[in-house]
């Protein structure tokens, strides 16, 4: 899978246009998932996997992978499927990825190809699949449903971040002055959401949820109809990326087009790798961008901007 990594100019050019390419690729059986390339380091033919005492049941052992050692997460596992058989593993490909500052490989019978897609094609999973699904988007590819799993589900079951703030920012939270506006906290993870929510509550702030960039841009037009500003409202939004519908970056575009919304704080906060981000945060005119999850880091960083305002 030489080439899976297209360049930094490359990928840029799609900021703010609200596209993304899809890797797609199959566990066991014939359903075919997707994973944004961004979040690729590089495809390969399964390694030599060592065994890793006392790891998670998933984790199906470690590799070295250019100088790094790596653990081997099998996929089809982690969402519940049978394991991938180990007589099928030479024939198996390990997709290795950077998500919340890890990295990371996946487990998965075949790697089929890249789609370069819209994300309004992407849209949420249908409301009847439940609560625990481990999907966070669906769109269909030459009448194929492709399934795009909520890896961010995968690895807080596999590997949980922590989500408790240190003793000193609980007590710089309650002592200082609280904001009386919320934050508009925009993520299409429903773990990511919870994660983010309690850690603003933590400090005493109140906080919106939206989904995806399209409800939040329509909430941003609604609360400002009046002729308000959007800060007039909202103490600042924080949104991920990646998100079905429309992604944070085409969300910010938005956001910075129209003279209501325009002056509002944004912080892009995403599990993508940093290694793009501050030539995409750039262009498309957010504040800040924070790599996903720290919540003492996430926690500082809004108190300072409050402060600050």
Same mark, same amino acid.
């Given at each position: 899978m030489a080439g899976v990594l297209d360049s930094v100019n490359q990928r840029t050019q799609m900021v703010?246009?609200?596209?993304?390419?899809?890797?797609?690729?199959?566990?066991?059986?014939?359903q075919v998932y997707g994973i944004n390339v961004f979040k690729v380091r590089e495809v390969l033919p399964c390694p030599r996997l060592s065994s890793l005492p006392n790891s998670g049941r998933v984790v199906r052992g470690v590799s070295h992978v250019r100088g790094e050692t790596i653990p081997i997460i099998d996929l089809s596992m982690a969402i519940g499927l049978l394991p991938i058989p180990q007589e099928n593993l030479a024939t198996s490909f390990v997709i290795i990825t950077e998500y919340n500052r890890k990295t990371q490989g996946f487990l998965v019978s075949g790697v089929e190809r890249i789609m370069n897609m819209n994300w309004e094609d992407i849209v949420p999973p249908p409301k009847g699949a439940g609560k625990d699904v481990y999907l966070t988007a669906v769109t269909r590819i030459e009448e194929k449903l492709v399934e795009i799993i909520d890896v961010e589900k995968v690895l807080s079951e596999v590997s949980p971040l922590g989500e408790d703030l240190n003793e000193e920012l609980l007590t710089r939270g309650s002592e200082r002055e609280?904001?009386? &506006?919320? /934050?508009?906290?925009?993520?299409?993870? =429903?773990?990511?959401?919870? @994660?983010?929510?309690r850690c603003l509550n933590a400090i005493g702030m109140e906080v919106i949820i939206k989904n995806d960039g399209r409800q939040a841009l329509e909430y941003l037009e609604e609360l400002t109809q009046d002729g308000?500003?959007?800060?007039?409202?909202?103490?600042?939004?924080?949104?991920?990326?990646?998100?079905?519908?429309?992604?944070?970056?085409?969300?910010?575009?938005?956001?910075?087009?129209?003279?209501?919304?325009?002056? &509002?704080? /944004?912080?892009?906060?995403?599990?993508? =790798?940093?290694?793009?981000? @501050?030539?995409?945060?750039?262009?498309?005119?957010?504040?800040?961008?924070?790599?996903?999850?720290?919540?003492?880091?996430?926690?500082?960083?809004?108190m300072e901007i409050l402060d600050q305002a």
């Amino acid at each position: 899978m030489a080439g899976v990594l297209d360049s930094v100019n490359q990928r840029t050019q799609m900021v703010g246009q609200n596209r993304l390419e899809l890797l797609m690729f199959r566990l066991r059986g014939q359903q075919v998932y997707g994973i944004n390339v961004f979040k690729v380091r590089e495809v390969l033919p399964c390694p030599r996997l060592s065994s890793l005492p006392n790891s998670g049941r998933v984790v199906r052992g470690v590799s070295h992978v250019r100088g790094e050692t790596i653990p081997i997460i099998d996929l089809s596992m982690a969402i519940g499927l049978l394991p991938i058989p180990q007589e099928n593993l030479a024939t198996s490909f390990v997709i290795i990825t950077e998500y919340n500052r890890k990295t990371q490989g996946f487990l998965v019978s075949g790697v089929e190809r890249i789609m370069n897609m819209n994300w309004e094609d992407i849209v949420p999973p249908p409301k009847g699949a439940g609560k625990d699904v481990y999907l966070t988007a669906v769109t269909r590819i030459e009448e194929k449903l492709v399934e795009i799993i909520d890896v961010e589900k995968v690895l807080s079951e596999v590997s949980p971040l922590g989500e408790d703030l240190n003793e000193e920012l609980l007590t710089r939270g309650s002592e200082r002055e609280q904001s009386s &506006l919320p /934050v508009l906290v925009v993520d299409d993870s =429903s773990v990511a959401r919870k @994660q983010i929510e309690r850690c603003l509550n933590a400090i005493g702030m109140e906080v919106i949820i939206k989904n995806d960039g399209r409800q939040a841009l329509e909430y941003l037009e609604e609360l400002t109809q009046d002729g308000s500003k959007a800060e007039d409202h909202l103490a600042m939004m924080i949104s991920d990326v990646e998100m079905p519908e429309m992604d944070g970056y085409t969300l910010v575009t938005r956001v910075r087009e129209n003279p209501s919304l325009r002056d &509002l704080y /944004v912080m892009l906060h995403t599990s993508l =790798s940093g290694v793009f981000n @501050q030539a995409m945060v750039k262009k498309v005119g957010a504040n800040d961008f924070m790599a996903k999850f720290s919540a003492d880091e996430l926690a500082e960083r809004v108190m300072e901007i409050l402060d600050q305002a």
